[in-house]
T-cell receptor, first 113, second 112 residues
Framework: KNQVEQSPQSLIILEGKNCTLQ??????????LRWYKQDTGRGPVSLTI?????NTKSNGRYTATLDADTKQSSLHITASQLSDSASYIC????????????FGAGTRLTVKP | NAGVTQTPKFQVLKTGQSMTLQCAQD?????MSWYRQDPGMGLRLIHY???????DQGEVPNGYNVSRSTTEDFPLRLLSAAPSQTSVYFC???????????FGPGTRLTVT
C-alpha cells in the first residue's frame, strides 16, 4: 500500500469554482510535505512546502493545510482558472538525512469553461 | 539558467536494445535523481547522486545504471530494454537534501 494516498483520483470543475484536494500519509518519521503541480507533458513544479509546525501556507490562489496529528494535508484552489488544469502531486519526505521521499499518485484536475 | 534539461523527449526502443537518457543541470546542484512515472502510481526513485563520483540505488534500480562524472551531468543507462521499462522518466536536481527539487521536462520511453 502506498504511504501517500491522494483523493480524488480525478476531478472536473467549472472555471471560477473552488476545489479541495486531499492527501493522507503514513510516512514516518515526518520531515516535510510538498504539493507539486504537473502540467501535461511537463515535470512537476513545487507549489508549497510544509513542515511539522506549519498548519497553513498559501501561494496565490493555492492554500495548503497540514494536520500532522492525523497525517492529512489538503490543497485548496480558489477561483479556479483554465490554467489550473493539471495533476497535483503530494510528496512526503521522511525525517533524517536521507533521500527518502514518497510520492502520491496525484489528482488529475480539469477546469472547464 | 536552463534549469534541468533532458534528452531525448521521446524514444522508442525494441526489447533488448540499450540506450542512455541524458540529464544536465546548470544550477550547480549537488543532488541529482532519476524517477520513473507510471499511470496510477507516484513517481518512483531509480537512482540518485549526492555529488560527482557518488551514486546510490533508489526504490527501483534494476535494469538501470548511472554515473556522475561531473556536477552537471547525470545520465541514465538502460542496459537491455524491456517492455516493463516503458514509462516517463524524470531527472531532478536540488542543492541540498532539504531544498526544493527541480524537475526536467521528462523523457517518454516506449519499449516494444
Amino acid at each position: 500500500k502506498n504511504q501517500v494516498e491522494q483523493s480524488p483520483q480525478s476531478l472536473i470543475i467549472l472555471e471560477g469554482k473552488n476545489c479541495t484536494l486531499q492527501c493522507n500519509y503514513t510516512v514516518s518519521p515526518f520531515s516535510n510535505l510538498r504539493w507539486y503541480k504537473q502540467d501535461t507533458g511537463r515535470g512537476p513544479v513545487s507549489l508549497t512546502i510544509m513542515t511539522f509546525s506549519e498548519n497553513t501556507k498559501s501561494n496565490g490562489r493555492y492554500t495548503a493545510t497540514l494536520d500532522a496529528d492525523t497525517k492529512q494535508s489538503s490543497l485548496h484552489i480558489t477561483a479556479s482558472q483554465l490554467s489550473d488544469s493539471a495533476s497535483y502531486i503530494c510528496v512526503v519526505r521522511r525525517g533524517g538525512n536521507n533521500n527518502d521521499m514518497r510520492f502520491g499518485a496525484g489528482t488529475r484536475l480539469t477546469v472547464k469553461p | 539558467n536552463a534549469g534541468v534539461t533532458q534528452t531525448p523527449k521521446f524514444q522508442v526502443l525494441k526489447t533488448g536494445q540499450s540506450m542512455t537518457l541524458q540529464c544536465a543541470q546548470d544550477m550547480n546542484h549537488e543532488y541529482m535523481s532519476w524517477y520513473r512515472q507510471d499511470p496510477g502510481m507516484g513517481l518512483r526513485l531509480i537512482h540518485y547522486s549526492v555529488g560527482a563520483g557518488i551514486t546510490d540505488q533508489g526504490e527501483v534500480p534494476n535494469g538501470y545504471n548511472v554515473s556522475r562524472s561531473t556536477t552537471e551531468d547525470f545520465p541514465l543507462r538502460l542496459l537491455s530494454a524491456a517492455p516493463s521499462q516503458t514509462s516517463v522518466y524524470f531527472c531532478a536536481s536540488r542543492q541540498t537534501i532539504r531544498n526544493e527539487q527541480y524537475f526536467g521536462p521528462g523523457t517518454r520511453l516506449t519499449v516494444t
